[in-house]
């Protein structure tokens, strides 16, 4: 089992910025990808950014040059640090880890944060 905590939401005026974290805990024996989505009402979830174990970051192009994604596998942790926040990025952000871990045999799969609110407003 694994479980992910997500922290670093709130309310931000344009132009500020955030820093959202996850952390995975659990019995886990790897993570691979790391990422955030997010999704405003109305709207489909969508991928903000990846960080693969082994790779190149993406972003959404909405996001680029502006999020940030990074990870700390010591702490099995990923950060999404935002700046230049626009009204539009106002979501719910969501981190999901694609990990194997270990429950009586080892599975894989793909786990879900509890969502963190960003709101950008003035």
């Known amino acids: 089992q694994v479980q992910l905590v997500e922290s670093g939401g709130g309310l931000v005026q344009p132009g500020g910025s955030l820093r959202l974290s996850c952390a995975a805990s659990?019995?886990?024996?790897?993570?691979?990808?790391m990422g955030w989505y997010r999704q405003a009402p109305g709207k489909q979830r969508e991928l903000v950014a990846v960080?693969?174990?082994?790779?190149?970051?993406n972003y959404a192009d909405s996001v680029k040059g502006r999020f940030t994604i990074s990870r700390d596998n010591a702490k099995n942790t990923v950060y999404l640090q935002m700046n230049s926040l626009k009204p539009e990025d106002t979501a719910v952000y969501y981190c999901?880890?694609?990990?194997?871990?270990?429950?009586?045999?080892?599975?894989?799969?793909?786990?879900w944060g509890q969502g963190t609110q960003v709101t950008v407003s003035s």
């Open positions: 960080i693969p174990s082994g790779g190149s970051t």
């Open positions: 659990g019995s886990i024996f790897s993570i691979n990808a």
């Open positions: 999901n880890v694609e990990a194997s871990y270990y429950s009586g045999a080892y599975y894989s799969g793909h786990f």
